[in-house]
């Protein structure tokens, strides 16, 4: 069994609605061989392996019916063993995961679509290829892959890394709290690095968080924090209860600061945290010499402070109020009589709770110098028996994450105590911050039974309250997060998809229009690339994942418009976990034939992703069939029916029934575009008053501009705002490109378009006809490679009843194709359709094919050029004409021009052209 292809889906697909690998498996001999062939030998082994497995539902619904379908009678194939291994073996190193599926694939014995759930695509993946040698390490010699596991494989060894390596990747207790609690109050949040940087939000409302700092917590705080001096100091000068301090350098400063302060004392390093190099209770001078050796690994500043004797607490404050106290004790052991300190340590770890650092809620303890230096003072080793029950330090500091232990006491912490952490924190200007304050009964007043705060905490840990070795658990990550976001203040920025076969980059850039002069910053993704308030940011292909966090990341962003394309929702998902609104606009036949999808139904249930997590409202192509149909998947509160026939029968049943529709309907004045909707009926604005729409001629234009009407009023955007888009959005280069850009500057008319399917290529050919134009018609037609024969020949087809002159060619790009056989085969299936030889020319290159056209074309003449490099043809076009040269070579925007004799210019030195989009114009080099 091997793997042929993988795909990480990191968001919403066509399997789930949440992240899932996709493996294709090819069982290959295997197939073969079903579960109840192989037997016992090898289910018996594979249970005792993963024993987890007998509580795996499968198809049964419950516990056992995995275990069931391995025993059945034809048993089951070994992809689907491997779906159950992948997710047991992520459930075993802490992750929540329980969906998979696997299917055969149609028409290819042997070949399996299998998918399973992940949280980590990292450790999913490990999953797979552990599951996958365990699988082959099964299975009998005489069929077990040359690449199996050799010899005696050590599965536990092999199982136990692949845990250890998951954990290291899990987010830590603190962090893992807060996500949870943005999860409960319906927050999405995105992980931006690999440690513990989270951003809660989206767009303009995000808030980041590194472990328990906040974007918001004070840099000057966390310095002043860091700073125990200094924080002593502004304590001490509010009358808050502090030990005495003093900063030294050297060993012998040590020693003379502790006989100034008295006997005992504390030595720590000024910047230190989680307990490092911390020694306490020091009453000599050895004691603190050695303390001294110890802190100053650290850090070069060191202080000696009077010690206070009494019991840890860290007392944790958020936004102002104490949420949680914990009372903390340092890493230790319990005498039982029989065992040595050294067996008791081991006996500890083995406390499932207990971790490296701070992956798990408790850490394991560990010998160190610390630890040999205590057990020194006691007279003990680490083959010393303890008495039973003597309780013997490893630890002077109780930090977790030195192995100590927490109880929590919130609920009898003294009112004083309270009001003293709030004070201090408030002092130091934390939005979050842990007091650590020693006294011998937390549930008297520092006033009474004394004691003292010895830090000050910024990012204070979590762990010990969410998961306290003794008392009750706190909340503590849910105020931080209505710190953060305050009830009834959004998270969210709305977003729109939109999908379809064609019209969706229009529809993309109308809409984003609409919300931009409605006084929002927003974020577009489309085929171009992607945009901030209009201004181009990465250029290129952008309809995928990582395309839409940009946009969600980027914190000026009021609004987010997806342009959701087949190829980005087949490779790895959507990059969001839901959207406001989303539309299909067509599904009509394009890239079929790859990527698994051949047919128009297959194709129709990859663009229906985005209408299934709509939230608010799914709009959809009421004129096409496989649209409709999508609305038996959506959950959103509203469908939206889209349509041109003002007598659709199912859109007026949905209108009657107070259901909402944009309808194209005919008026005195040309077309309206109207709103119906809860029974009211709002005309909206004539469609030739649209520019895009060419005076209502671009008949897919006007559905387009239907869509971006009906996505931004379930936007809530005001009808003024929708009608003042809709009037200021043209079909220029500009707004546009490729896209209907139509050039009248030459003596005929040229349009250039990225038509490219059987569908997109017929709108063009129709809004041509609706053109009055005195001379001939031509085309540039293409076809992309990587199409199946029959849409390459459909184009030719459409094309062929529309045009006097046929100029094929192909695109830079032949995708799999030889050097001129699309043009071949265009000019084969126009001679089939019975257009002369004369009306066709082959001319592969497409700047040649271009040329040639713009140079046989005459006044009155129309030429539509269906433009692969849609950026170098409309240079072509607007730099063209019978006295100057245009050379564009590989370079997108460099230009040359070459001038005939007779123009008789000259530069001035302080000149120089520019050319642009806008055209060819000539400025000075610091500006125009």
């Known amino acids: 069994m091997k793997i042929e292809s993988t795909n990480v889906y990191v968001g919403p697909n066509m399997f789930a609605r949440f992240p899932v ?246 030595v720590k390093p000024l910047a230190g945290n989680h307990g490092r190099g911390v020694a306490i209770n020091l009453r000599t001078r050895e004691d603190v010499e050695d303390g001294f050796g110890k802190a100053v690994e650290h850090g070069r500043t060191i202080i000696v402070e009077s010690y206070i004797e009494g019991f840890d607490h860290r007392l944790l404050v958020v936004n102002g109020e104490l949420v949680a106290a914990a009372k903390r004790v340092p890493g230790h052991v319990v005498g039982d009589g029989k065992h040595t300190i050294e067996e008791l340590v081991d006996i500890v770890n083995q406390d499932p709770r207990r971790g490296v650092g701070h992956e798990k809620v408790l850490t394991r303890l560990e010998f160190d110098h610390q630890a040999e230096r205590l057990l020194a003072k006691l007279g003990y080793d680490r083959t010393t028996v303890p008495k039973k029950d003597e309780i013997v330090y490893l630890r002077s500091t109780a930090n977790l994450s030195t192995g100590g232990t927490a109880i929590d006491v919130t609920d009898v912490i003294h009112p004083d105590n309270r009001e003293m952490a709030i004070r201090a924190i408030n002092a130091i200007d934390l939005d979050i911050g842990g007091v650590d304050f020693l006294t011998k009964d937390i549930t008297l007043s520092y006033r009474e039974a004394g004691g003292g705060i010895c830090e000050v905490n910024a990012g204070p840990g979590f762990r010990m309250h969410v998961a306290p070795s003794e008392g009750t658990p706190r909340d503590v990550a849910g105020p931080v997060i209505d710190m953060l976001f305050p009830p009834d203040t959004p998270s969210r920025i709305p977003i729109a998809a939109v999908t379809g076969t064609n019209g969706k980059t229009t529809t993309s850039r109308m809409l984003a229009h609409i919300l931009k002069m409605s006084g929002l910053t927003v974020g577009l993704t489309s085929t171009d690339g992607v945009y901030i308030d209009g201004k181009l940011s990465v250029a290129g292909d952008m309809t995928g994942p990582i395309s839409a966090q940009m946009i969600l990341r980027d914190p000026s962003v009021d609004a987010a418009v997806m342009e959701s394309a087949r190829g980005g929702m087949l490779r790895s998902g959507l990059g969001f976990q839901e959207c406001n609104v989303s539309a299909c606009l067509n599904v009509s036949a394009d890239h079929l034939g790859t990527r698994g999808i051949h047919t128009l139904e297959q194709l129709a249930e990859v663009k229906r992703v985005p209408i299934e997590i709509a939230q608010d409202a799914a709009v959809l192509n009421a004129d096409d069939a496989l649209c409709l149909q999508m609305a038996d998947h959506t959950d959103a509160k509203a469908i939206c029916y889209v349509t041109m026939n003002p007598s659709h029968p199912l859109v007026k049943k949905h209108i009657q029934a107070g259901g909402q529709a944009f309808v194209l309907e005919q008026g005195m004045n040309g077309h309206m575009i109207t709103i119906y909707d809860n029974e009211a009926h709002t005309p909206l604005v004539w469609t030739h008053l649209i520019p895009a729409t060419i005076e209502g001629r671009a008949l897919h234009n006007v559905q387009n501009a239907m869509f971006a009407a009906a996505l931004a009023y379930n936007m809530d955007i005001s009808l003024e705002d929708i009608r003042q888009g809709l009037r200021t959005f043209d079909s220029t280069f500009f707004q546009a490109p490729g896209r209907m850009n139509i050039y009248d500057e030459h003596p005929f008319r040229v349009i250039l378009d990225y038509a490219h399917n059987p569908a997109a290529v017929r709108a063009m050919c129709d809004l041509t006809d609706r053109f009055d134009v005195e001379g001939r018609r031509i085309i540039v037609l293409s076809a992309p490679g990587d199409r199946r024969d029959e849409d390459i020949r459909g184009i030719a087809e459409i094309a062929a009843d529309h045009f006097d002159h046929f100029i094929c060619r192909c695109d830079d790009n032949r995708r799999g194709r030889g ?106 080099e610091e500006g125009d």
């Open 819 to 924: 050097d001129d056989e699309v043009a071949t085969m265009l000019k084969n299936r126009l001679l089939e359709s019975g257009i002369s030889n004369d009306r066709i020319e082959v001319i592969p290159d497409e700047q040649e094919a271009n040329t040639r056209a713009l140079e046989m074309a005459e006044a009155g003449d129309l030429i539509l050029m269906l433009g692969d490099n849609t950026k170098r043809t409309w240079k072509q076009i607007i730099y063209f004409n019978s006295g100057a040269r245009v050379d564009t070579g590989n370079n997108k925007s460099a230009v040359t021009i070459d001038l005939p004799e007779s123009v008789g210019f000259e530069m001035p030195e302080d000149l120089e052209i520019i050319s642009d989009e806008r055209g060819v114009r000539i400025a000075r």
């Open 21 to 266: 690998i996709r493996h294709v498996l090819d069982l290959g001999e295997l197939e073969r061989w079903p579960t109840a062939r192989l037997g016992d030998t090898f289910i018996e082994p594979l249970l005792e392996k993963l024993p987890g497995l007998h509580e795996h539902g499968c198809s049964y619904g419950e516990p056992g019916g995995f275990v069931r379908r391995l025993r059945e009678d034809e048993g089951t194939w070994l992809g689907h063993v491997m779906e159950h291994v992948a997710i047991e073996l992520q459930v075993v190193a802490g992750s929540d995961v329980t969906f998979g599926r696997t299917r055969s694939v149609d028409g290819r014995p042997g070949i399996y679509n299998m998918v399973f759930q992940y949280k980590d695509a990292e450790v999913g993946r490990e999953a797979s290829k552990l599951s996958l040698d365990l699988i082959h390490s099964l299975l009998p010699d005489d069929i077990r892959p040359k690449d199996a596991p050799e010899g005696v494989w050590d599965f536990a060894e092999r199982r136990d890394r692949f845990i250890r390596y998951a954990q290291r990747r899990e987010f830590g207790p603190s962090t893992a709290s807060l996500v949870k609690a943005a999860e409960e109050r319906d927050i999405p949040w995105l992980r931006l690095n690999r440690y513990s940087l989270v951003q809660f939000g989206h767009g303009r409302y995000q808030q980041r968080i590194q472990a328990t700092t906040t974007g918001r917590t004070s840099n000057i705080a966390v310095e002043l924090a860091s700073d125990k001096e200094e924080t002593n100091e502004i304590l001490r000068d509010l009358g808050l209860p502090v030990p005495k301090q003093l900063i030294v350098r050297t060993a012998q400063e040590a020693v003379r600061a502790a006989e100034r302060i008295g006997y005992p004392v504390v």
